[in-house]
């Protein structure tokens, strides 16, 4: 298995959440290689992500938004570029539902801007573009076998399908160009320095608050969730290990419902479940399942390392130490944050 070693590495994306670990570990990590990040400080982007490494001599921030050719272009060039990985993206389904044009923008035109860039340049050695386990779609609830890479992509909401867009844009400019890509699949991500409209550090944040968590539907739907630290860990073995043309599956198959999930917070919290979980209306679709098949990245020696239990101890952690990390975050932690984004109210695209 042939090694790749990158010089000089563009995460787009960067101030968010995933994308913020990965860059850290790799500004750690790796001191010879030089992290640029972009990032256009939207509402779920925060500069702090990067503390305590935004001091390290291989770390440059680039304030930005990847829909500008002319700046990607600029970045790529001056910057010696050689290797892409594009995390920036709008991920909030419910968003999806309410502002679904800015997901258009953001997720296809974006993609399509960064591909453009690197088709003419012609300097890049590895485009990872990072995708999502809801391209697929909804997994039956039967299935003993989860999705694999070369599934059928069957998205059922606004976000996903943007998301699989970007995808098609990525595989034509890998058919036709030649341009080295690599396609990463995966499935919930939590723990610290997540924005709280995703339902774990939503969950976290009104029980600290001593309010009711609210599920969408009956909470039967199953979610699969992995550490953010062991998330980062595969991308780092991607960007090594990963195979030019391939798609990898990041998973688990430890499953849990909604419910479940919201009874574990409530626990920590010595809160009763049975009083502080409120059950309200459901998404127009809600997806009852995504179940991925993680084998292929597990041949390149990855493997979780963090359990259920202690990750979520972690995740429980930070936020009470960091309870205002995100300054006024009221909007987000109603039960339909999406209302925010419509036009006239109160939210920020991204």
């Not at 059922?156 to 400019?173: F, I, Q, R």
């Not at 199953?222 to 780092?236: G, H, I, K, Q």
Request: with cysteine; aromatic share 12%; proline share 5%.
């Amino acid at each position: 298995m042939s090694t790749f070693t990158p010089k000089n590495i563009l995460i787009t994306g960067a101030a968010g959440f995933i994308a913020s670990h990965v860059a850290n570990k790799l500004v750690r990590n790796y001191p010879d290689y030089k992290i640029v990040v972009l990032d256009k400080l939207d509402y779920c982007s925060n500069l702090k992500n990067f503390l305590p490494y935004n001091s390290s001599p291989n770390f440059k921030f680039v304030k930005g938004d990847i829909c500008n050719a002319d700046l990607v272009n600029y970045i790529l060039i001056t910057e010696n570029i050689d290797t892409i990985m594009h995390f920036a993206a709008q991920t909030h389904v419910d968003n999806s539902f309410g502002n679904n044009f800015a997901f258009t923008k953001n997720n296809i035109y974006g993609t399509h801007v960064l591909l453009e860039a690197c088709k003419v340049i012609g300097k890049i050695r590895r485009f990872i573009h990072v995708s999502t386990a809801e391209v697929y779609g909804e997994t039956d609830k039967d299935a003993a076998v989860g999705n694999h890479e070369a599934s059928k992509l069957l998205p059922t909401n606004p976000y996903s399908a943007t998301k699989a867009g970007a995808e098609m844009l990525v595989m034509a400019y890998s058919r036709s160009y030649g341009l080295p890509v690599i396609i990463t699949r995966g499935n919930n991500v939590y723990g610290p320095n997540q924005f709280p409209e995703k339902l774990i550090p939503k969950f976290i944040l009104l029980a600290m608050r001593g309010k009711t968590l609210p599920i969408h539907g009956d909470g039967a739907n199953v979610r699969s969730y992995l550490y953010c630290e062991d998330v980062a860990e595969a991308f780092e073995i991607i960007l090594h290990k990963g195979e030019v043309g391939h798609v990898y599956n990041i998973g688990t198959k430890k499953e849990r419902r909604v419910t479940d999930i919201a009874k574990d917070i409530c626990n920590l919290f010595n809160m009763n479940p049975y009083k502080n979980i409120q059950f309200v209306e459901n998404r127009p679709f809600n997806d009852q399942r995504y179940f991925l098949d993680d084998q292929k990245l597990r041949n390149l020696g990855w493997s979780e390392k963090t359990t259920w239990e202690e990750g979520l101890k972690k995740t429980m952690e930070w936020y009470m130490r960091n309870p205002d990390w995100w300054g006024d975050v009221s909007g987000a932690l109603i039960p339909h944050p999406r209302m925010l984004m419509m036009s006239g109210g109160s939210g920020v695209d991204k």
